[in-house]
Nanobody
């Protein structure tokens, strides 16, 4: 059974940092793109960042480009999101996801991702 589990969420004041982790089991995603999405209260699901299997290509939504860093450890089959200079508008449930295909270029479209974690809450206060 495929399972993705996020951890590292919590409450932090504006300007603070959090590091999210995504552990996977059930299959190997070493050659599949992986991504982070988020959904704030009353908002649609939003793309945050994605990374290719080789870590050579990354994609970010403009609002987090200079503050967040996505990375992966293929040997551990794990995904990470380092979040710095957090803002109240970053408050959301954050989800990790794995592409269903061994796609060379990481997609921003959530429908390309078949496997999802349960989400972890990030709350940023002012």
């Amino acid at each position: 059974q495929v399972q993705l589990v996020e951890s590292g969420g919590g409450s932090v004041q504006a300007g603070g940092s959090l590091r999210l982790s995504c552990a996977t089991s059930g299959r190997t995603f070493s050659r599949n793109p992986m991504a982070w999405f988020r959904q704030g209260p009353g908002k649609d699901r939003e793309f945050v960042a994605a990374i290719s299997w080789s870590s050579s290509t990354t994609e970010y939504v403009d609002s987090v480009r200079d503050r967040f860093t996505i990375s992966r450890d293929s040997a551990k089959n794990a995904l990470y999101l380092q979040m710095n200079s957090l803002k109240p508008e970053d408050t959301a449930v954050y989800y990790c996801a794995a592409d269903s295909a061994q796609r060379a270029f990481p997609s921003r479209a959530w429908r390309n991702y078949e496997y999802w974690g349960q989400g972890t809450q990030v709350t940023v206060s002012s």
